[in-house]
């Protein structure tokens, strides 16, 4: 690692002080959604660059994102290991397949690579590269408050006028809730093109007048292996593409290049509307901002709020006020929800320790190191906290003591999920695919289940299981709800009706489960029932939406937090819409109900905040 560090700092030191005599042509390479993992991905990976490489003709390689199928770590260390084979130097951000499956808890890619972000100088060039997320949660790109520091640093210190290349991994349009943000940054400099991925397919696209490009994968599902050489010239920048295997290129696309400011103009282009005047009577008692990414709900007791976020920092604020009453700094992010429990604060963290702090002070009361990054919600049941980590495993620990009760560790796939206490058993998803049900008592296996697709993309591991009248109900990406019974495990039905994926929730009486569908609206089933019999289904109008916010009951109300920044609440007896709040254009995650018909909300850009209906 260190060695490979010493590269790019050597590369970048030629690179930014070459000299170019009246703009010198040069080629670059560029690779993109190379999805190491996943069917042929490596294979080609390894394809591509060899092909390149007996090339000679490009300077650097630019790669933009989903470098991975899931975002392991041991597939990531295998595309680092192909990448390191270039010959030349080569510039790497992660996509959204690098970021929100990842048991390292998002950590892995910095490690491996140094940063998620680059920046260097060509010639005249300035070459801009930046993550997009999302990170943990299956929502769309979002450029975090840290990102968006970053790169302001990076553009504060450029000369006057220097042209910029820009790398993403999605396009810099609505595919990224907080797209405009960006564009009003780059607009105020000479921003040249956008080169991003995401697509997997050869693109000319136009983001607000700022030229765009989207590049093909490596992948060779149209027929071979492949990738783009970029030739830039004096006044124009041309777009080529290489096919392993063949010595000509086809170019398919060419830009202008020249002056490109636009001084940060919308330009009447459309922006989010947050102006909330639908529903006037909702309002927001408090907010407060963390100034980092927060992927974990909120989690509420004895007048106080306590949330994670992407600095390793464990908050508590007063519920009331919203004012902080202390800060914990762990060593690596913190993305789950935390469990409160006779005024203690039970927590994982990316540095692979479940922490217990006082609930009233923030002091350490115990740690315990479980050998893998944790980025799981911790569900406090009769004294102990049951939290999964990253390897898979399952704890059990007595919140008092600190003392370890058992580990279960048959998981293969890690673990992100709250799991379901209920008649005895322990029951949580995994990214192996699976659903576990152990024995809470003792840490033994009593059934194991699986839907019938398989792979790790259709596990039900990021829905939080409920559980009543005998039977466990889960949703998964397959599009799939399943009752299952309990005590053996046995499904008694499943539906594809609703068209759901991973967003589930169950009334105060446990008479009615929640499922929020993919588009518009939110379904309640009768839990008693043996079929899956609808009570109501309200059209609630939030739009295509993947964000795994669980729906929470709270006197008569059902909360749910969309995507884009939403927040809906619906009667629970009959489902009609009963308000809508937004909070921003940034991922919701579950909500915390509290008395009063007030709700705490934390979203991906790191706001906490107290809405009252």
């Given at each position: 690692m260190l060695l490979r560090m010493r590269a790019i700092a050597l590369a970048l030191l030629f690179l930014g002080?070459?000299?170019?005599?009246?703009?010198?042509?040069?080629?670059?390479?560029?690779?993109?959604?190379?999805?190491?993992?996943?069917?042929?991905?490596?294979?080609?990976?390894?394809?591509?660059?060899?092909?390149?490489?007996?090339?000679?003709?490009?300077?650097?390689?630019?790669?933009?994102?989903?470098?991975?199928?899931?975002?392991?770590?041991?597939?990531?260390?295998?595309?680092?290991q192909l990448l390191d084979s270039l010959l030349v130097p080569y510039f790497i951000i992660p996509g959204n397949h690098?970021?929100?499956?990842?048991?390292?808890?998002?950590?892995?890619?910095?490690?491996?690579?140094?940063?998620?972000?680059?920046?260097?100088?060509y010639g005249p060039y300035q070459f801009i590269g930046f993550h997009q997320g999302p990170i943990m949660r299956m929502g769309d790109g979002h450029v975090s408050p840290e990102t968006r520091r970053w790169l302001d640093s990076v553009l504060v210190g450029l000369r006057e006028g220097r042209p910029l290349i820009v790398v993403t991994h999605y396009p810099l349009d609505a595919s990224v809730d907080n797209w405009f943000e960006l564009l009003d940054r780059l607009k105020k400099h000479n921003t040249q093109v956008v080169l991003c991925g995401h697509g997997h397919r050869n693109r000319s696209l136009d983001f607000e007048g700022i030229p765009g490009v989207m590049s093909r994968a490596t992948l060779r599902n149209h027929g071979a292996a492949g990738y783009t050489i970029v030739t830039v010239a004096r006044d124009s920048m041309y777009f080529a593409e290489a096919v392993v295997g063949r010595d000509e290129l086809q170019q398919w696309h060419a830009i202008a290049l020249g002056r490109r400011r636009q001084d940060g103009d919308v330009g009447g282009y459309p922006r989010p509307d947050l102006s909330n005047a639908a529903f006037p009577e909702v309002r927001m008692v408090w907010t407060w901002d963390a100034n980092r990414t927060i992927a974990a709900p909120p989690a509420v007791a004895q007048g106080l709020v306590v949330v994670g976020d992407g600095s390793g920092r464990i908050n508590c604020l007063e519920l009331s006020t919203g004012s902080l009453r202390w800060q914990y700094q762990t060593r690596g992010p913190v993305w789950g929800c935390a469990g409160l429990s006779a005024g203690k604060v039970v927590c994982g963290s990316a540095d692979s320790l479940i922490y217990c702090l006082g609930l009233e002070d923030g002091r350490l009361r115990w740690q315990m190191h479980v050998g893998a990054p944790v980025v799981a919600a911790v569900r406090v049941e009769d004294g102990i906290a049951y939290v999964g980590d990253g390897h898979g495993a399952m704890h059990a620990i007595e919140v008092e003591s600190g003392e370890l009760r058992w580990t279960y560790r048959g998981a293969e796939g890690f673990v992100e999920t709250r799991p379901l206490v209920y008649e005895g058993k322990v029951i949580y998803g995994s990214w192996d695919g699976h659903l576990y049900a152990v024995d809470a008592e003792k840490g033994l296996e009593l059934w194991r289940w699986r839907g019938e697709r398989e792979g790790r993309l259709y596990a039900p591991a990021a829905c939080w299981p409920v559980g009543a009248a005998g039977k466990v109900f889960i949703v998964a990406p397959d599009r799939h709800m399943t009752a299952l019974e309990a005590a053996s495990g046995r499904v008694l039905w499943r539906t594809g009706r609703h068209q759901v994926r991973e967003a589930i929730g169950i009334s105060e009486d446990g008479g009615r489960v929640y499922v929020r569908c993919m588009t518009d609206t939110l379904v309640a089933i009768a839990s008693a029932s043996q079929a899956p019999t609808e009570v109501w289904a309200s059209p609630c109008g939030y739009g295509y939406d993947i964000d795994p916010s669980m729906p929470v009951e709270k006197e008569g109300l059902v909360f749910f937090g969309t995507k884009n920044g939403?927040?809906?609440?619906?009667?629970?007896?009959?489902?009609?819409?009963?308000?809508?709040?937004?909070?921003?254009?940034?991922?919701?995650?579950?909500?915390?109900?509290?008395?009063?018909?007030?709700?705490?909300?934390?979203?991906?850009?790191?706001?906490?905040a107290l809405l009252a209906w």
């Open positions: 002080t070459h000299t170019f005599a009246r703009q010198e042509v040069f080629r670059f390479a560029w690779f993109t959604d190379t999805h190491v993992g996943a069917g042929t991905g490596a294979e080609d990976l390894t394809a591509v660059v060899r092909d390149l490489n007996g090339r000679g003709d490009c300077r650097f390689v630019v790669v933009s994102g989903d470098i991975t199928e899931m975002g392991s770590t041991a597939s990531l260390r295998h595309a680092k690098d970021t929100k499956w990842s048991e390292s808890g998002c950590t892995a890619f910095g490690l491996l690579w140094g940063s998620e972000n680059f920046s260097f100088a939403y927040v809906y609440a619906v009667d629970a007896a009959t489902g009609q819409l009963r308000g809508r709040y937004r909070l921003g254009v940034a991922l919701v995650n579950t909500v915390a109900a509290v008395e009063g018909r007030r709700l705490v909300v934390t979203d991906a850009d790191g706001r906490v």
